[in-house]
């Protein structure tokens, strides 16, 4: 077992981070909690694991840095600017904590979001998990019917009138009808 290995036992998936005498640090790469040192022996039951097996496992999609736009590395740079002063301190929690704190304060970000940022790389050992998503219009493949439903829902329901749905579709009906004849 070296740092860096990826551990298996059943469901269970996690990466090596640090190895001292009697301990190791890892970090569970299916829940993607912050890091947490556990004696050797409890890792007696694990197998030794690889990438493909993670992604499979947590069905994450990991996109090829040069399939991402420019908006996407700009944001995964900055996403990785704020987690590498961390990154050293790993190991220790303390000085973990407080360069998260710190670089919260500083970002003016949440404590979580970086931790989860953190995780997020610690987990997979790849730069680019910190790309965003490329969203997807949802209005392209809606039917007209759903086109119409959506409309009505933001003109008659979602409003301080706070009407009930049965009186937005009700209305919604009036309205179309209306613009039939």
């Known amino acids: 077992m070296k740092k860096h290995d990826l551990l298996q036992d059943g469901n269970k998936i996690i990466r090596v981070l640090e190895i001292q005498a009697d301990r190791i640090l890892i970090i569970d790469c299916v ?8 004696e050797c022996s409890t890792l007696d039951s694990f197998s030794v694991c690889n990438n493909e097996v993670l992604i499979q496992t947590t069905n994450f999609v990991i996109t090829a840095i040069e399939n991402l736009n420019t908006d996407q590395k700009r944001t995964m740079y900055d ?15 303390r000085m973990r904590s407080k360069v998260i704190s710190s670089t919260a304060i500083e970002n003016n970000i949440s404590k979580q979001t ?13 730069i680019t998990v910190l790309a965003p998503k490329q969203r997807m219009d949802d209005n392209v493949n809606l039917t007209q019917d759903e086109k119409n439903i959506r409309w009505a829902l ?5 409003t301080t009138k706070k009407q009930s749905l049965m009186t937005a579709y009700t209305m919604m009906l009036k309205e179309k009808l209306d613009r039939l004849y």
């Open 31 to 38: 829940k993607r909690t912050m890091p947490v040192w556990v």
């Open 79 to 93: 996403r990785y600017t704020l987690i590498a002063p961390i990154l050293p301190f790993v190991a220790d929690e």
């Open 114 to 126: 970086i931790r989860i940022y953190l995780c997020l790389y610690l987990a997979y050992m790849n």
């Open 154 to 158: 933001n003109k008659f329901f979602y």
